[in-house]
């Protein structure tokens, strides 16, 4: 049974930090791995989605990568801002269509201060 | 990006009520949606498989009399609670797949 685990739970820096935010999963048999955010009481908007025969993605001042073998991968938030203060969840499919059924983590709540 | 709706974004209901939550993807079609439940300050656990002119799968726990899914086109599932209980108060968020999943904004239910 697929587990994902995230490392820390909670997290507060200030402003202008970078931070990398971490990622762990049980079987390494995935079909992608998607990040995503989650603002107190809102919906998930998506991040980063890595296939399992990539090694990373980038967005803007987000960087996902992914080591399959050991299952990993790490969330980098580079100059971090207030408005990155958020819940980062980190989910695994094991197939697509039918069967892309998404295993998430608990996630990150991250706080960055002014 | 793909989007998808959810309808109601807030209801609040009476114990033994029925609540249904409407769930559209509105600029494509999708075959399999899912329905997620989040309890607070916990993460998202996945509830059942909505498959377009089939039966629902549902996750081990998840009682199908009492959360009834329909998924009757390409751009719209429906999932009912029945019977709603205090303890069904939660955040349910649905998604709906193409090469990956795009999420609805959520539906907060609670139950007096």
């Known amino acids: 049974k697929q587990e994902v685990t995230q490392i820390p739970a909670a997290l507060s820096v200030p402003e202008g930090e970078n931070l990398v935010l971490n990622c762990s999963f049980t079987?390494?048999?995935?079909?992608?791995l998607q990040w995503f955010r989650q603002d107190p009481g809102k919906g998930l908007t998506s991040l980063l989605l890595?296939?399992?025969?990539?090694r990373e993605q980038t967005s803007g001042r987000l960087n996902a990568s992914l080591d399959k073998s050991s299952g990993r991968s790490t969330l980098y938030i580079a100059a971090s801002q207030p408005g990155d203060s958020a819940t980062y969840l980190c989910?695994?499919?094991?197939?697509?269509?039918?069967?892309?059924?998404?295993?998430f983590g608990q996630g990150t709540t991250l706080q960055v201060k002014p | 990006g793909a989007v998808v709706s959810q309808h109601p974004s807030r209801v609040i209901c009476k114990s033994g009520t029925s609540v249904k939550i409407e769930c559209r993807s509105l600029d494509f079609q999708a075959t399999t949606m899912f329905w997620y439940r989040q309890f607070p300050k916990q993460s998202l656990m996945l509830m059942a498989t909505?498959?377009?002119?089939?039966?629902?799968?549902?996750e081990q726990g998840v009682e199908k009399d009492k959360f009834l899914i329909n998924h009757a086109s390409l751009t719209l599932s429906t999932l009912t609670v029945t019977s709603a209980h205090p303890e069904d108060s939660s955040f349910y968020i649905c998604s709906a797949s193409l090469n990956e999943q795009f999420f609805g904004p959520g539906t907060r239910l609670t139950v007096l």
């Open positions: 909505s498959n377009e002119g089939s039966k629902a799968t549902y």
């Open positions: 989910a695994v499919s094991h197939g697509s269509g039918n069967t892309g059924k998404l295993i």
């Open positions: 890595i296939q399992s025969s990539q």
């Open positions: 079987d390494s048999a995935i079909y992608n």
